[in-house]
């Protein structure tokens, strides 16, 4: 007799689909928001094996900071065309020009921007559901987060007064005005995703592989040099073989030095690593509460 | 790797038996913590000026919780060895807090109940453990910590197995399990302790490693709520008609007789449809895509079961209630109730009693329940709901009660075996679960 055992990618992955049919059955007008990162191509696969041979029953969105790695938005716009899905793109810049978002002085990431970008995005289409591919083992303040992440009217986030979540019943129901983040990958960690990327053998933008790059050493990480984050004067650079382990704003991503060409090397890589994938985000690293405090104010 | 298993497990404790040392320990063994994290525990060492690592920062993660050292909310840990993938519910122990610990036990294989050596079984374990059998926990491991306090002493050990065990007799837990730690110190934590040489059972670690959780799954009754309906309007699939959820239990196969709940209309799978392909077999706790022989009108919220199995189908049903917030469950009140994928309107009818979560008895004559108690409810529901009793299938049995007006999810319940009237006696057998 064969055994009935899944894999732990097997029961993730039933559990994801799941979670998002949920979202197909219980919201009016979801979206997934998807950035091209390694994350949100799984929730690609994830919506197709939820949803084929229908179409996706949600269109695609991504809030572009303008602040991108060019390989990203070639990838996210094939992606896009060859799954034969909407693809909406809703820009930081326009958000600025517009009055929507605000710079701080001095500030050059503009991870903080997508906020009001997204929040007018998700007013202007009336969405009342956004799917997302944040994952609980990225950050103290995600580990605490629910699968149905309820939203107030001004997008904001309470983490004292969630939801409770038991089995796989979630609760969806809101106000108009109101929406719901859901995070159908709340358990996957980072190995997780690099697994499944290599058994669905999903395609992914080439800088998650090894690479010849300039970069520049600032607060202990290795930053790409660019138009927008340039040399300072007397800055000495480095051309270093490098990857990306998380994609972000330009400016605040930081490169790790490898030499994984190939899925099977990042696995290796990543299994033992010895700092975490947000460790190599600048804007995570200026207080012990910095993703906390961006959440609250409707940050994914 | 890919063939690794998954295990879910939740913490619970009181305040200060260390239940976030313990998880920050089992991280910190196993080599999960990184340099990152350790320099931001290091970083906030240095604001607390005590100079020492706290592994318990390490899941307390949200800004009140450090500031009051305490956990308020069920956080999700991760961690892997070469075995298995866990999943960690790390659960607050206030007493305030029975909700989270509900929550956390859910989904929960394995539950971790920390006792602290000097203190023995006190209340808060008691309760702990009434959750975890109240939840159907199949695996319950009583944690004996801080046993460097009482100088690894066998005495007080064994004194404290045999209290738990005198008092949870009654409470029918499946698989118990007794080992003694220190969290702080890591003894019995990754490895056998050296400390500790008259026990001889394995490691915590080892034990999460290799406890068996084949059976956790009811494999038996072939259960699958409808959550989604899929028609993909192309031409190529112009009679595709797919019926799409998880399976909740048992087995379908290609071929089998089944009957649509609550129509009872019957009907044979024609498809098991998944992107990967078609599958002859598909088992919980599966995502798949069913496709039968006839055109019948199926809906979110029906369920597809085999026509020799049926599970209940009532508008009248009673079950354990954990209430979950401030303003109290009343009797007569009209709440939104959602079972697998079918979501209602119920109405508690009576509740028969409420459990003193002190002495874990039943007390009677009560009219509502307040934040945190659990009792045993009589409901009415506006259109009949499919269920089995939750002690079968905690997926077909579980269920959540929404308050109409503030949208909050505000009660859990799990539905009790209906009671069998034997004729010629008194249908008493009042139990707790």
Not at chain 1, 226 to 245: C, T, Y
Not at chain 2, 103 to 112: H, K, P
Not at chain 2, 259 to 267: D, E, M
Request: net charge negative; charged share 25%; glycine share 8%.
């Amino acid at each position: 007799m064969k055994s009935h055992t899944l894999s732990h990618l097997d029961v993730l992955e039933a559990e994801s689909i799941q979670i998002m049919r949920e979202v197909a059955a219980e919201f009016e007008r979801p979206v997934l928001l998807f950035s091209g990162g390694k994350d949100s191509i799984c929730m690609l696969r994830i919506a197709e094996k939820a949803f084929r041979p229908a179409r996706f029953p949600f269109p695609l969105m991504h809030i572009d900071t303008g602040h991108n790695f060019p390989e990203l938005i070639d990838f996210r716009d094939k992606r896009a065309a060859e799954l034969g899905e909407k693809l909406i793109v809703r820009t930081v810049e326009d958000a600025l020009a517009k009055g929507i978002a605000r710079q701080t002085p001095g500030e050059t990431s503009r991870n903080r921007l997508q906020t009001p970008t997204l929040l007018a995005a998700i007013e202007e289409f009336k969405f009342d559901c956004a799917l997302g591919g944040a994952r609980r083992d990225e950050e103290k303040a995600r580990a605490k987060e629910r699968v149905f992440s309820f939203r107030d009217a001004f997008g904001q986030w309470d983490p004292k007064n969630q939801r409770p979540e038991l089995w796989n019943l979630y609760n969806g129901r809101i106000n108009p005005g109101e929406h719901m983040r859901v995070f159908p990958l709340s358990n996957w960690t980072e190995l997780d995703i690099w697994q499944y990327i290599d058994r669905e053998n999903l395609e992914i933008p080439s800088i998650y592989f090894s690479h010849e790059r300039e970069v520049i050493r600032r607060d202990g990480q290795w930053l790409p040099v660019s138009d927008l984050l340039p040399k300072k004067p007397g800055e000495a650079s480095h051309h270093l073989h490098v990857r990306v382990r998380t994609i972000g704003d330009i400016s605040c991503t930081g490169c790790v030095e490898s030499t994984a060409t190939t899925v099977a090397d990042i696995i290796t890589e990543i299994a033992a690593a010895k700092v975490t994938e947000r460790g190599s985000r600048a804007d995570d690293k200026r207080s012990e509460t910095a993703m906390e405090d961006r959440k609250r104010e409707g940050y994914f | 790797m890919d063939n690794t298993e998954l295990l879910r497990f939740t913490t619970a404790g009181s305040v200060d038996d260390g239940k976030s040392t313990l998880i920050g320990r089992l991280l910190y063994d196993t080599k999960l913590i990184m340099e990152d994290q350790l320099e931001a525990l290091q970083r906030s060492s240095d604001i607390t000026g005590d100079g020492q690592i706290n592994l318990a920062n390490l899941t307390d993660g949200l800004r009140a919780e450090r500031e009051q050292g305490i956990t308020i909310d069920v956080a999700y840990r991760y961690f892997a060895t070469p075995k298995r993938k866990f999943i960690v519910a790390d659960t607050p122990g206030h007493v305030q807090y029975t909700r989270n610990m509900v929550t956390g036990a859910s989904t929960a294989n394995l539950a971790i109940i920390l006792v602290d050596a000097r203190q023995g079984v006190i209340q808060q374990t008691r309760r702990h453990a009434y959750i975890a059998s109240l939840l159907r926990i199949p695996h319950v491991v009583i944690c004996i910590n801080k046993m460097d306090l009482v100088a690894y002493s066998e005495d007080i050990f064994n004194q404290i197995r045999e209290d738990f065990v005198n008092f949870a007799a009654g409470l029918g837990i499946r698989d118990l399990t007794f080992i003694p730690i220190s969290a702080l110190h890591g003894d019995n934590i990754v490895d056998k302790s050296e400390n500790l040489p008259w026990y001889f059972g394995p490691p915590l670690l080892r034990h999460l490693e290799d406890v068996y959780i084949g059976n956790d799954r009811n494999l038996q009754d072939a259960r699958f709520p409808v959550q989604y309906v899929i028609r993909p309007y192309k031409d190529e699939f112009h009679d595709f008609r797919g019926f799409a959820g998880q399976i909740a239990g048992g087995f379908f196969r290609k071929g089998d007789p089944v009957t649509i709940l609550p129509s009872g209309k019957t009907s044979t799978i024609t498809q098991i449809h998944t992107h990967d392909g078609e599958l002859d077999e598909a088992f919980a706790p599966m995502s798949v895509t069913l496709q039968i022989a006839d055109d019948i009108d199926i809906s979110r919220g029906d369920m597809i079961v085999k026509r020799d199995n049926i599970p209940h189908v009532a508008q009248e049903f009673e079950a354990m209630v954990c209430w979950m917030v401030d303003e109290p469950m009343r009797k007569g009140g009209k709440y939104g109730i959602k079972l697998g994928t079918r979501s209602a309107r119920a109405m508690p009818m009576d509740i028969l009693h409420r459990i003193n979560i002190d002495t874990l008895e039943p007390e009677t004559g009560v009219t509502g329940l307040a934040l945190n108690e659990i009792g045993r409810v009589k409901f009415k529901t506006t259109v009949p709901m499919i269920f089995d009793p939750y002690n079968r299938n905690r997926y077909t049995g579980g269920f959540i009660l929404i308050d109409e007006a503030t949208n909050i999810t505000v009660g859990a319940g799990m539905i009790c075996e209906p009671k069998r009237i034997v004729p010629g006696t008194e249908d008493t057998a009042e139990f707790i679960i």
